[in-house]
């Protein structure tokens, strides 16, 4: 969790407006996929601690097997001659981020003592808000990017409408929404 705000302590607001809308991609398209609900995203104090734990591993399962996945298809890529390039591994990264936003709120509900690292997070977040049009468009030019470099039109930001992923970013745990001045 501390890393997670470390790194974000330190970023500007375009790479805070990435993690945000990132993670919010993950919350609308993949989480409840792994049976991860809602109300465990907005309420993590309203779950037991096995509850939590599960969802928990679950949520560091993903991105565990994302962040070997691309590990992989880097060495594999290096053998053949090909360099990745360093805009995917910064993209991975957020990627990762994003899922550990969640990892740190449902965290907040396993030990308590870290809600406020949690809420400093959530705060870094919600204040890159005006940032959101921007990072979601470089997003999208990273998908296209990828899709020409791989000659594949799979597409996974350009499924959800801009406006609607932006709106999407307004939600904030509401054991933190209290909290938080300047929202929206």
Known sequence: ?????????????IK???ILALAHFFRIAL????GIPHELLDRPLDYTRDD???????IEDLRNGSNMQFTQSKKVSKRIGFEM???????TKNCSRGLEVWMCTVGAGVQPQMRDEARAIWN???SSSSS????????????????????????MFSDIATDEWIEACAFVPSIFVAELK???
Do not use: C
């Open 31 to 34: 989480l409840s996929e792994i």
């Open 182 to 184: 300047g929202w929206g």
């Open 52 to 58: 939590l734990m599960r969802f928990y591993s679950g």
């Open 124 to 126: 870094h977040l919600s």
């Open 132 to 155: 959101l049009p921007a990072a979601i468009n470089r997003m999208l030019q990273i998908e296209a990017r990828v899709a020409e470099m791989s000659g594949t039109a799979d597409a």
């Open 85 to 91: 390039p360093a805009f995917l591994e910064e993209h």
């Open 16 to 18: 805070r407006a990435t």
């Open 1 to 13: 969790m501390k890393e997670v705000r470390w790194e974000l302590d330190k970023a500007d607001e």
